[in-house]
Nanobody, 126 residues
C-alpha cells in the first residue's frame, strides 16, 4: 500500500506564496506519476498539475499555469507544489495522488490515480 502525506497548507493573503509537499515512504514512489488536485467547497475535484516519475515532465491546468510549479526530489521521495500569486479562487483542499501505471503519458483524470493523500487546506483570504 502506498501512503501519501501532504503538508504545507495554511491561511495566506492574496498575492502570497505557499509550497505544498507530498511525501511517501513507498520505494516505488519515485517511479510514479504524481499529481495535485484540489476541491473547493461545493465544487468538484479538479486537476492542478502532474509530474512524471520517469523524466519529471510536467503538465498544468490552464488556471495555474505560470503561477504554480510542480517538482520532485526523488532522493526525498517527495513531490512539491510551489504556488505563487495566490488568489481567493485557489482556496481549496489540495490532494496529491499517485498513478502507479506506466501509461507513457501524463493524465489529468482523477480516476487514473491509484493512491491519494488525506488533503491539506489552502485558504486565500484578505
Amino acid at each position: 500500500q502506498v501512503q501519501l502525506v501532504e503538508s504545507g497548507g495554511g491561511l495566506v493573503q492574496p498575492g502570497d506564496s505557499l509550497r505544498l509537499s507530498c511525501a511517501s515512504s513507498a520505494r516505488a514512489f519515485s517511479r510514479f506519476t504524481t499529481g495535485w488536485f484540489r476541491q473547493a467547497p461545493g465544487k468538484e475535484r479538479e486537476f492542478v498539475a502532474t509530474i512524471a516519475g520517469s523524466d519529471s515532465s510536467t503538465y498544468y491546468a490552464d488556471s495555474v499555469k505560470g503561477r504554480f510549479t510542480i517538482s520532485r526530489d526523488n532522493a526525498k521521495n517527495t513531490v512539491y507544489l510551489q504556488m505563487n500569486s495566490l488568489n481567493v479562487e485557489d482556496t481549496a483542499v489540495y490532494y496529491c495522488a499517485a498513478d502507479a501505471n506506466s501509461r507513457g503519458f501524463l493524465t489529468r483524470i482523477s480516476r487514473d490515480y491509484d493512491y491519494w493523500g488525506q488533503g491539506t487546506q489552502v485558504t486565500v483570504s484578505s
